[in-house]
């Protein structure tokens, strides 16, 4: 029993210290280097693409096989946007492939043709994105010009969905709109001007004066998800909807995003239990059921919502709370390193990989980066863990210490006894 538990304290005390190294080595690598261990993780979530990583994540929720597949594809010209243009073929050569697979069949199927724009506007938002990436990747005079022509076609039609609505949200399904959809859609635009002749700039101003009309009464931000007729707020914002909305607004207007990000942090950040930064999906103050996007809320906590707030923090020059979060998920994500491939949560929900590595690779596309807002974590965020790290390690070493010193103190006893009988000198 002896050399079993010494077994399981080495064991244990090697957790630790592995937990303590992902705690304090940096996890985010800012708008310019890459992150650590993402092109690995891309490298497993390929191979579990091409084994129907895609179909389990449909099971999950309505966008999963979507989603699983257009954030490999952004995470890849995020990366690719970080290289010299002589070295980004690999980049643009997965990024169309990602691409592709959005406008096949099993990427359209589950949204609806007859919708303006067609398929709604979730899909055509997420879509116009990634066509922008594709072409942000391509020199300005050696690009596609059928890419280029259909990046073009797609966000024409994006742009007059946009100007034939009273209301500034279209719909994603019949009947139902939520902004981040539309935010989405109306960064793509953005880009759109930045990479080519521009032309949405009325639109994109009509927008934002609709918005700033219709923001949630309760926070000042963008609701969750609203009326479709008018726009008007029909669910008070929730963090699945705007650590999203936080990524993308910034590259639509960088002052208007500042603001929203700093009221979002300020109402959704927190520190459970004093256990590091976190995300709630309610506001402080209010609490409600989680749901397909959020997740299972722990203490109000919502994961998937504290993942791609990395990247939004990431994208408004946040670097303390994005390495925060970053460093956290490293910590309880349990990730699994090999030579070739990263995986989180042991790798059995490879979509979750898929949000991770886009948020790492956070950085505006259109904008320039902003400077940091004033920091609200603080270094001293560590040290909870970093203690309960230092308990679990040496938990089990107790009894062998404590063993050692009775020894040590009933040696003395016996010394000391026998030279005041005389039997030592």
Wanted: overall charge neutral; some cysteine; proline content about 9%.
């Amino acid at each position: 029993m002896r050399t079993f538990r010494r077994v399981c304290a080495v064991l244990l005390s090697a957790a630790a210290l592995l937990g303590v190294v992902r705690l304090v080595a940096p996890a985010t690598a800012g708008p310019d280097d890459e992150p650590p261990g993402v092109a690995r993780q891309l490298a497993f979530l390929r191979a579990a693409l091409d084994d129907g990583a895609g179909s389990d994540a449909q099971a999950l929720f309505p966008e999963g096989w979507f989603f699983a597949h257009a954030l490999y594809g952004l995470a890849r010209v995020e990366l690719g946007l970080r290289e010299p243009a002589g070295r980004r073929e690999p980049a643009l050569r997965e990024a169309r492939w990602a691409l592709a697979r959005l406008e096949s069949p099993d990427g359209t199927a589950p949204f609806d043709p007859g919708l303006t724009p067609a398929y709604g506007i979730f899909w055509q938002g997420w879509t116009n994105w990634l066509r922008g990436g594709v072409l942000a990747l391509q020199p300005a005079d050696r690009r596609d010009p059928a890419e280029a022509a259909r990046f073009a076609e797609a966000s024409a039609a994006v742009g007059a969905a946009f100007d034939g609505s009273a209301s500034p949200y279209l719909a994603a399904y019949p009947g139902q709109a939520w902004p981040v959809d539309s935010t989405v859609a109306i960064a793509s635009l953005r880009l759109h001007d930045a990479l080519l002749p521009p032309r949405f700039t009325g639109t994109v101003t009509r927008w934002l004066d609709g918005v700033r009309q219709r923001l949630d009464p309760d926070t000042g931000l963008l609701p969750h998800r609203v009326d479709l007729a008018t726009g008007a707020p029909a669910e008070v914002a929730r963090a699945t909807s705007q650590s999203v909305v936080q990524r993308f607004l910034v590259d639509v207007d960088p002052a208007f995003a500042r603001e929203q990000y700093l009221r979002f942090r300020d109402r959704f950040v927190a520190t459970p239990l004093g256990l590091g930064p976190a995300v709630r999906e309610y506001p402080h103050g209010m609490d409600g059921p989680g749901d397909v996007d959020s997740g299972p809320l722990l203490l109000g906590v919502s994961l998937s919502a504290t993942v791609v707030t990395l990247g939004a923090a990431q994208s408004q020059g946040d670097a303390a709370l994005a390495g925060a979060l970053a460093n956290y998920g490293d910590l309880v994500g349990v990730p699994v390193d090999t030579p070739w491939t990263r995986r989180y949560a042991l790798g059995v929900l490879p979509v979750g990989d898929a949000f991770l590595a886009w948020a790492k690779t956070a950085r505006p596309w259109v904008a320039d980066p902003p400077d940091p807002p004033p920091a609200t974590v603080r270094w001293w965020w560590r040290l909870p863990l970093l203690s309960a790290l230092l308990l679990a390690g040496a938990a089990l070493w107790l009894p062998d210490l404590s063993r050692r010193r009775r020894g040590r103190g009933g040696t003395r006893d016996v010394a000391g006894g026998a030279t005041a009988v005389g039997l030592l000198p």
